[in-house]
């Protein structure tokens, strides 16, 4: 035994001015980031009153603009969804050759700046590019409609699910299914009663994500959407758009529409991790 | 129903988990396959039931081909290490599963499953958790409720892999026992996999012992302890004393390692190898016998049981592991060892295995002392 006098050991952070001081930078930083821009969102677009905010909403273009968000968030989540089911399935369940790089590939999107993954698209189904030139004898045409927006979308979106899924269906094994199946029960019935269940939440939290990547995604899009007000203006662009015709109410009255949508997919999101804990538990 | 395995192999990549095995189980049989990780008893249990395909052979139950049939008809039970209970399940809804998934014609109605449900969980003594969830059963309950789930199908063939692997000691005991109830009471075929050899040797009909994706022996309990066919067996028993030596160059009966030496009874000839001795075939003494010089260390001693088991160390010779062997309580109360002692052990019985043989010679001491002691 050493008979040095045990100092009274503080972990970080036990000292009250020092405690007090971190708490208050995180609210601080927090402030100034995050809730001052949002609050000042809001401001803005009622800043010439409720008449003009309803107005700016009303307007065709933003009419047209909130449609064609919501069409492309329809079509990329059920996409997705089922795209990340089956890929988390495949490299989860099954053990073949090149089932490592798939999963490295499956991170593509998040590795790719956006706007590089849009100039991508474009270059191959623009009207030069390989596919396009094809796609363009037989009229059909991708970029500079809702299909290309989509089809980025849908390129941007694609790990969400499936990275949500793997850990879970990695740590759950499949033994729960092989049971199923030793208990004659079909492929179908096996994932409806079985798998399903068991990554409900997770799954539930993939879809919220990509839904919120769907909307809100401008860099990708921005290139191939080709800016056509009132036919291949998402709400993102349509607040850019708005913003360089110097209409600042109108601008941020369509924000304040993506914020809403922001805030909305937050509470889900929070709900649905609680849901998760409460399942895991 | 019988199981009959005709040059069954499988690779997984480069590893060779079953090199092609022939094995046929009898109907209404309880087999035991027994062997370290990695021998390839799960992978077999595996192709039995159909989770796994074999790459070559075939599997019959009771003579018809079902090598190529699905899992989900081949209509066996099977009981997963960790249990797999369905865990957003109830009990009753884990157990009811077998029979909601039956296509509609042959499905019972929602009151006969109900009924059925009852009557096994009644069966496993677990009537009262019908509305628990398995994440609130211990290891013993959720065992028994696997079983029961597996049981609703009325298989006429059971797998279970590793059954009490993850149990403590006691619940193990007692399930081990309770299995072999239900296998008597039901009459089905059951299969299981364990590496605990004790388990293998109590439960089981005849034991089916593995390693390295082969068969090394398949015997009733009682014949494998009696006479396993090869080294690998012997050393998987446990419970073994290895004396390695050589011939003798003084004596040409004597195997020899230093300054300890076996003699061997008339009759056989030394050779240079390995002398395997049962911790319960040898005798300890304070002086050597004539037969015998193989001085050892008393390590410690242990008093629980039936027996004493005395741990000793070799002196003046090498041994891989340390000595084990076991004494009555009358002889350790006569004789009083003490740890740190220095003692002399007799080999009654055991099995040589030369260098280049798998096959052992068996040696006997005894008799050749009862021929003297009648003389």
Redesign the interface.
């Known amino acids: 035994m050493s008979n040095h006098k045990i100092s009274h050991q503080q972990r970080i952070g036990d000292q009250p001015w020092l405690r007090r001081l971190l708490i208050g930078l995180a609210f601080l930083l927090v402030g100034v980031l995050l809730v001052v821009p949002l609050i000042a969102i809001f401001a803005q677009a009622l800043s010439a009153g409720l008449n003009v905010f309803w107005v700016n909403v009303s307007d065709k273009y933003t009419l047209h603009a909130i449609g064609l968000t919501l069409l492309v968030a329809a079509l990329t989540v059920p996409l997705n969804l089922v795209f990340g089911v089956f890929l988390a399935w495949l490299v989860t369940r099954f053990e073949f050759p090149g089932r490592r790089i798939l999963m490295t590939l499956i991170d593509i999107p998040f590795a790719v700046s956006p706007v590089v993954a849009g100039l991508m698209y474009l270059l191959l189904y623009g009207s030069n590019g390989w596919v396009g030139s094809w796609l363009m004898e037989h009229d059909l045409q991708l970029m500079f409609a809702w299909p290309g927006i989509v089809m980025v979308t849908v390129f941007i979106t694609c790990p969400f699910v499936a990275r949500e899924l793997i850990p879970l269906m990695q740590q759950q094994g499949s033994?729960?299914e092989?049971?199923?199946?030793?208990?004659?029960?079909?492929g179908w019935?096996m994932f409806r009663?079985?798998t399903l269940?068991?990554i409900k939440w997770a799954l539930l939290y993939g879809v919220v994500l990509t839904n919120a990547r769907a909307v809100g995604e401008f860099g990708a899009v921005s290139v191939v959407s080709g800016n056509i007000r009132g036919e291949t203006n998402t709400l993102p662009l349509h607040v850019e758009l708005l913003y360089q015709d110097y209409n600042l109410v109108g601008a941020f009255t369509s924000a304040t529409l993506l914020a809403a949508l922001a805030l909305l997919t937050l509470v889900v999101k929070t709900f649905l991790e609680w849901r998760q804990q409460q399942?895991a538990s | 129903m019988s199981i009959q395995i005709k040059q069954i192999s499988k690779q997984f990549g480069d590893f060779q988990a079953l090199k092609p095995l022939d094995l046929t189980i009898n109907e209404g049989e309880l087999v035991g396959l027994l062997g370290p990780s990695g021998s390839g008893k799960t992978t077999l249990l595996r192709i039995i039931a159909g989770l796994e395909t074999a790459d070559q052979g075939q599997i019959l139950f009771s003579g018809k081909d079902v090598t190529n049939l699905h899992v989900r008809d081949r209509k066996v039970g099977f009981v997963f290490q960790h249990y797999a209970l369905f865990r957003h399940m109830t009990v009753a809804e884990n157990v009811a599963f077998g029979l909601d998934v039956l296509p509609k014609k042959q499905r019972p109605t929602k009151a006969t499953i109900k009924q059925q449900v009852a009557e096994l969980l009644d069966k496993v003594q677990l009537s009262h958790l019908a509305s628990r969830y398995p994440a609130q059963l211990s290891g013993g309950q959720k065992q028994r409720i696997a079983l029961a789930r597996a049981l609703a199908m009325q298989p006429r063939v059971l797998l279970l892999d590793e059954p009490f692997g993850a149990l403590d000691a006691k619940v193990r005991k007692e399930l081990r026992r309770w299995l072999r109830n239900l296998h008597d009471e039901l009459g089905f075929t059951s299969v299981f996999v364990t590496h605990d050899q004790e388990e293998a040797l109590e439960v089981s009909d005849r034991v089916v012992v593995m390693s390295q994706g082969q068969i090394e022996q398949e015997a009733t309990p009682q014949d494998l302890y009696q006479q396993p066919a090869s080294r690998f067996v012997y050393d998987f028993l446990g419970g073994v004393n290895v004396f390695e030596g050589e011939v003798s160059s003084l004596k040409s009966n004597r195997l020899e390692q230093g300054k300890a030496w076996v003699a061997f009874p008339d009759g056989y000839k030394a050779e240079a190898g390995q002398l395997y001795l049962r911790s319960h075939e040898l005798s300890l003494s304070n002086q050597p016998s004539a037969t015998a010089h193989l001085p050892l260390k008393i390590k410690a001693v242990s008093l629980i049981g039936a027996e004493v088991r005395v741990e000793l160390e070799p002196l003046g010779w090498h041994s891989q592991d340390l000595w084990e062997v076991v004494i009555s309580h009358s002889h350790y109360n006569h004789w009083q060892p003490q740890r740190g002692d220095t003692c002399f052990a007799q080999p009654q019985a055991g099995q040589l295995f030369t260098s280049n043989e798998n096959q052992a010679l068996a040696i006997s001491w005894t008799k050749e002392q009862l021929l003297i002691k009648t003389a």
């Open positions: 033994s729960e092989e049971a199923a199946l030793s208990l004659g029960a079909s019935q009663r079985v269940p068991n399942s």
